[in-house]
């Protein structure tokens, strides 16, 4: 089922967003772009005359009933929002009479899913090497059904609309789907232009197919890395990660960042994408500082030559201009993780030019998909989100669909 199909109008629809919103001291949303991102959604089953029950989950309260994570701060700023007065149900497992009370129109908003253990289905308490644990598990993962029938129980159908917590298998976020059949269950508005964003990427690419992997570590990328691999014309990869390189090719790199049980991988890595035909860059020049700060004393130097007690904390000139190069005239561009500490203004030159060649290239007509944590963050601070084709607002899960992992949260609902 889609939801542009689907009926709404007399129905209650259950919708699963992902309202984990940043919060001051106060309560404050600092941030609302997670709301705003589930608003499509929400505001079509309203107007087609449907009921809406809205769950989510806020921070890690770990199982226990914390007010610290309670989504009763954010109902004002979702009355205002959706244009109509939000309900709220302060046991989420406990909502039935509130739910079966809904008249078209109106919006029931439950409470911090993750205040139950059974929402992440994992066995609180317990230690992985007791004995007990592999009964503990089952046990819990029963409790997880539970939970997620008594959550279905509520609606008619089930919406999912939280790509960012699409790549774990939590109560709401697939078991839940279980206790719908095909008719009545479907993707939101989030979720599709997630996923057709990540399609663009990995199926249906036009190229050439420039990719840019930066960040601190080699490690914690691999995965993508290797799946990007057989799909993408030229490669570039960044930051933190591109001294570990250039250590493993003989460099002298100072202090700098560098992971020394993964140089074996990065010379793998080379030959791969030498055997492959990869454009592979991966820059020759940083900006080496004698301090991890902005006001560090700096000079430009070779990657291969850092002098003893600097560190590379930015993308030299030249390699600047190799990413230009790389970049210019892409037809499909995916960028994740930054080219150098842009954090402080001094180190985020590399990864400013990145962002412009990426927004020149989405001009032209290129498709741009940014994501990933730090990226994202780096195009708000240059403040040209506006001129890439697509932000997602998945760290974890846009990381672990393109590796090519099927995320439960699509599965529960596609069959795939
Ligand atoms: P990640 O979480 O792996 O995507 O890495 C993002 C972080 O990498 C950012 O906080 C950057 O400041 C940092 N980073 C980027 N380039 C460097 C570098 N050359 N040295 C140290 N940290 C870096």
Redesign the pocket.
């Known amino acids: 089922m889609t939801i542009d199909s689907y009926k709404f109008a007399g129905k209650k629809a259950i919708v699963r967003v992902d309202f984990n919103v940043p919060l001051d001291e106060n309560g404050k949303i600092t941030d609302d772009t997670r709301i705003r991102g589930a608003l499509p959604t929400l505001t079509k089953i309203l107007k087609d005359g449907g009921a809406l029950i809205i769950m989510s989950h806020m921070g890690k309260p770990k199982g226990k009933v914390n007010a610290k994570y309670s989504l009763s701060q954010i109902v004002d700023a979702v009355s205002e929002k959706l244009g109509v007065p939000v309900q709220f149900a302060p046991d989420c497992a406990k909502a039935a009479d509130a739910a079966a009370a809904l008249k078209p129109g109106e919006v029931l908003l439950l409470e911090n899913l993750r205040f139950y253990p059974e929402e992440e289905g994992k066995p609180v308490g317990i230690d992985k090497e007791d004995p007990a644990y592999e009964e503990a598990k089952k046990a819990m993962k029963a409790a997880q059904k539970e939970f997620a029938k008594t959550l279905a129980s509520y609606a008619d159908c089930y919406v999912m609309d939280a790509f960012g917590t699409a790549h774990r298998k939590h109560a709401s976020t697939a078991v839940i789907a279980d206790y719908f059949d095909a008719d009545n269950k479907m993707l939101g508005y989030l979720m599709e232009k997630e996923v057709q964003a990540v399609d663009n990427v990995l199926k249906d690419i036009k190229r050439p197919f420039t990719a840019i992997m ?4 080699v490690s ?1 990328k691999i995965g993508i890395i290797e799946n990007l691999m057989d799909k993408v014309d030229n490669l570039i990869l960044c ?2 990660m591109a ?1 570990t390189f250039a250590k493993a090719q003989g460099g002298k790199i100072g202090n ?2 560098v992971e020394d049980d993964k140089l074996q991988l990065a010379l793998d890595i080379i030959a791969k994408a030498k055997a492959k035909g990869v454009n592979l860059v991966l820059g020759c020049d940083c900006i080496a500082a004698d301090k991890f700060a902005n006001d560090a004393n700096t000079q430009v130097c070779a990657d291969s030559d850092i002098p003893d007690g600097w ?4 993308a030299g000139p030249k390699t600047q201009a190799e990413f230009k190069a790389a970049i210019k005239g892409a037809k499909t561009i995916l960028w994740n ?7 402080m203004d001094n180190f985020a030159a590399g990864s400013k030019a990145i962002a412009e060649a990426i927004a020149e290239a989405t001009k032209e007509g290129a498709f741009s998909l940014i994501g990933g ?2 990226s994202v963050a780096c195009i708000n601070k240059f403040g040209m989100a506006d001129q890439v084709s697509y932000i997602s607002t998945g760290g974890g899960a846009l990381l672990e669909a393109i590796e090519g992992k099927i995320l439960p949260g699509i599965a529960a609902i596609k069959g795939e």
């Open positions: 930066g960040g601190s570590k914690t930051g933190g001294f700098s960042l560190m590379g904390l930015d993780g930054p080219a150098g500490v842009f954090e944590g730090d």
